[in-house]
């Protein structure tokens, strides 16, 4: 493998006209994040996308661990259109991209086989957010989804931030939004990451550790939309209880993991009391030492391994082959608007959708 990390005025290399353009009268801009403890953190405003983070292996050496591109076309025009992007306004897929809100039918942008994925092709990733970084640890994000953008209703305020822990390697992401006619909301983090480091190509993660604090999850068809049941993980390959690698069971003839072509599940996380932040999964790479925890509110997290990365080029010549990165995508259900029993994700006028995801880096010890 070619290490693909330069050097430069930053642990990334990025260069911040290289992320400079106007679009529809906003500009895009690059924004370097850093803490008391060395960690590194790049962001676009363009789908707040998160082209680098920079953390130290066991013996200190820093490596990008996120897939991302080096400059704002990438971003732009890249084969994975959410690749480590903020998603809205509704996270994951829902069902043939209709669903109806309190006797008002709603038809989405099909952008997924046959459903709506991610919020539709110019959902929240695709778009300038206002951003503004009030200081080296910081940056903060807004923007307002017009009532009817992608078939959702209401005119959906939202604001973001990113926020480096001065104690702790740890990315801290916090959403807010409110409405003015009820809606549904499902925001969440695509971050494609590889503890390795990225690299041409960049290592599969089938060795990464990995535990899910779940019992549950939630199955899919042939198509990727939840059953409507909600199964035990206990003696299948969906349980990851206590540390499996991620390739030790993956190309089991196992129905799921044939219809998500591998991992590409909505884990049912075990919650002491509803919307409390805790921990949701930890990752582990052997090699490197890096480590990864996710806590989050949110009721679910959806594991993707990266299955249709087909190898093509990102940040500094870094290429993405299938598997390469690893998702912990904290959210609400897939198709929760069209399972009734499901947590609902509807958000009305005068109430505030809270979500908070932390990311938290270290080192085996």
């Known amino acids: 493998m070619i290490n693909t990390t330069p050097k430069g005025s930053n642990l990334s290399g990025l260069d ?44 200190g050496k820093y490596a990008n661990v996120i897939l991302g591109h080096d400059n704002i076309e990438g971003v732009i025009n890249s084969p994975e259109p959410f690749l480590s992007t903020t998603i809205g306004r509704y996270g994951n897929r829902i069902a043939k ?81 409110t409405t003015d006619k009820a809606t549904i909301v499902n925001l969440t983090n695509h971050g494609f990451f590889n503890l390795a480091g990225i690299s041409n190509p960049t290592p599969t993660v089938l060795n990464n550790i990995v535990t899910i604090n779940a019992d549950f999850y939630v199955p899919i068809d042939e198509v990727s939309i939840p059953t409507g049941e909600i199964l035990k993980v206990e003696g299948t390959p969906m349980d990851f209880r206590t540390p499996h690698t991620i390739g030790e069971r993956i190309d089991e003839p196992f129905q799921q993991l044939i219809n998500g072509t591998g991992y590409d599940h909505c884990y049912v996380l075990n919650k002491p009391e509803a919307e409390c932040l805790t921990l949701a999964a930890t990752c582990t790479e052997p090699e490197s030492g890096r480590t990864m925890e996710v806590y989050t509110t949110e009721t679910g997290v959806q594991l993707y391994t990266g299955n249709w990365l087909n190898g093509f080029e990102g940040t500094h010549g870094a290429t993405y082959p299938a598997r390469s990165a690893i998702c912990f995508e904290a959210q609400r259900f897939p198709d929760t608007p069209n399972k009734a029993h499901f947590p609902s994700a509807v958000l009305l006028p005068g109430d505030e959708y809270q979500q908070k995801t932390v990311y938290k880096f270290g080192i085996v010890e």
């Open 97 to 177: 991209g209709h669903f109806t809100l309190y006797g008002e039918k709603h038809q989405l942008t099909i952008n997924n086989g046959p459903n709506s994925l991610h919020g539709g092709p110019t959902g929240f990733h695709a778009r300038v957010w206002d951003a503004i970084q009030p200081d080296p640890s910081t940056v903060k994000f807004h923007y307002v989804s017009a009532d009817g953008e992608e078939g959702f209703p209401g005119k959906l305020k939202v604001n973001m931030t990113y926020h480096l822990d001065s104690e702790e390697n740890a990315l801290i992401i916090d959403y807010r939004a």
């Open 16 to 59: 911040r006209k290289d992320f400079q353009k106007d679009i529809d009268n906003k500009r895009t801009d690059l924004f370097i994040l850093t803490n008391a403890k060395g960690m590194e953190v790049a962001v676009t405003n363009y789908g707040c996308a998160i082209v680098s983070i920079m953390v130290p292996d066991k013996n």
